[in-house]
């Protein structure tokens, strides 16, 4: 029997909308950032340890700073910024400050935005909780009205606010960014579980909802690096991570342009499935399969049609394991195929898609991530995955 996922919170930070107290005033609104005053800071690191594991050295960022603002450099050295990251059993977190306050949220690919907990520090419960307590003195208003968000049952209020800097615990490398920057305080209830705080890595998102995190930076790509889980680490860079020459998976927009999601979900097209060495969805008439790469996901979400053709599929064919081995396979720029599995993985369906697609629709989450080095570039729309199973391209 298949059992619902005990942090079935994973698919709602993919597909949260958030709903405006006053859609009128939101729909009107658009944050831009006074040229005048638009200092860069740098993201760096504390040279205090907080992370158990890390002893890490200070590093040095003087060349890069320089390099950036000198005018006369016609191309800029990349900076880069890695962060370690810690893995619960369950999830990946990242530490962080905001205006000296210390916060961890879920590495998540699958959410726009950057959040704290509303948990006040004045409660010694919640001020000891893993997620952080906030400060209301820590950040200013940001002039956006606040808004009301709900995800998978849970629901709640957002104030939004602009503070800065940001730094990240214990981290290597340097990036220039922005003095303050807009984030979200998460009500209580939003935290509650299947709830969380997220640090969420989509870069686009449409005008009428709140900044993402990315697009206030100048952050063009990333790597999770999740081939061990030890020493799993967040990378950002303000150049592209994946060479000119290097081979890679296209990125596609379809589940904005077409279908009218408010943020581009990192998707990609996808070959064929296999469970237990049985294609899915194999009659689907040329009806595309749309995979999200989301790492606030714990496991592989799969869209209803696909998930009652399967259970179908096993009760005709007898077979022991409803979910057993589980292979999706992408194909590449230059005709290659590349396959990320994963061995029984908790599977749940997905449901009401908040968007009417064409197609199937899949969230692919740490079951198939974990052990894999995901790289993205936001600006490029590639994707590329380092240690999944790579095959040749097909002769024609």
């Not at 049952?153 to 800097?165: F, L």
């Not at 999740?226 to 020459?245: D, E, G, K, V, Y």
Request: charged share 20%.
């Amino acid at each position: 029997m298949v059992m619902p996922a005990p942090r079935s919170v994973v698919i709602a930070a993919a597909f949260s909308l958030l709903l405006s107290a006053n859609s009128h005033a939101v729909l009107g609104l658009s944050f831009k950032h006074d040229a005048l005053n638009r200092r860069n800071w740098l993201l760096t690191t504390p040279i205090t340890a907080l992370l158990p594991s890390a002893s890490r050295a200070s590093p040095s960022i003087d060349d890069t700073a320089s390099s950036i603002n000198n005018p006369n450099t016609s191309s800029p050295t990349r900076q880069t910024i890695t962060i370690p990251l810690t893995w619960t059993g369950e999830e990946y977190l990242l530490y962080y400050r905001i205006n000296g306050q210390l916060f961890r949220a879920v590495v998540d690919t699958g959410s726009p935005f950057l959040t704290v907990p509303g948990s006040s520090c004045n409660d010694q419960a919640l001020a000891t909780s893993k997620w952080g307590c906030y400060r209301p003195n820590m950040a200013a208003p940001s002039g956006l009205d606040p808004t009301y968000e709900l995800f998978d049952g849970v629901e709640g209020g957002v104030e939004w606010r602009s503070g800065g800097p940001l730094t990240f615990v214990n981290a290597t490398g340097s990036l220039l960014g922005p003095p303050t920057l807009i984030f979200g305080v998460l009500s209580p209830s939003l935290m509650r579980n299947p709830g969380g705080v997220f640090f969420g890595l989509v870069k686009e998102t449409d005008s009428w909802i709140r900044p993402s995190f990315l697009s206030q930076t100048s952050v063009r790509s990333f790597a999770l690096d999740l081939i061990s889980t030890s020493s799993a680490t967040l990378s950002l860079s303000t150049q592209s991570m994946i060479p000119p020459r290097q081979d890679y998976i296209q990125l596609v927009d379809d589940l904005r342009i077409r279908y009218g999601d408010p943020t581009l979900h990192y998707t990609a097209l996808v070959k064929s499935i296999a469970v237990n060495g049985n294609p899915l969805a194999f009659g689907r008439k040329n009806k595309p399969i749309y995979a999200i790469f989301d790492s606030g996901v714990s496991q592989f979400v799969v869209c209803r049609e696909l998930f009652d053709e399967r259970y179908a599929a096993a009760r005709a064919n007898r077979e022991r394991s409803l979910w057993g081995e589980v292979e999706i396979s992408f194909e590449s720029a230059e005709g290659k195929v590349m396959t990320l599995s994963a061995t029984k993985p908790l599977t749940t369906p997905l449901g009401d898609s908040p968007w009417k697609v064409d197609g199937y629709l899949i969230v692919i989450g740490l079951s198939f991530l974990n052990n894999n080095r995901l790289l993205i570039d936001m600006d490029d729309k590639k994707l590329w995955i380092e240690n999944g199973r790579e095959e040749p391209a097909a002769s024609s």
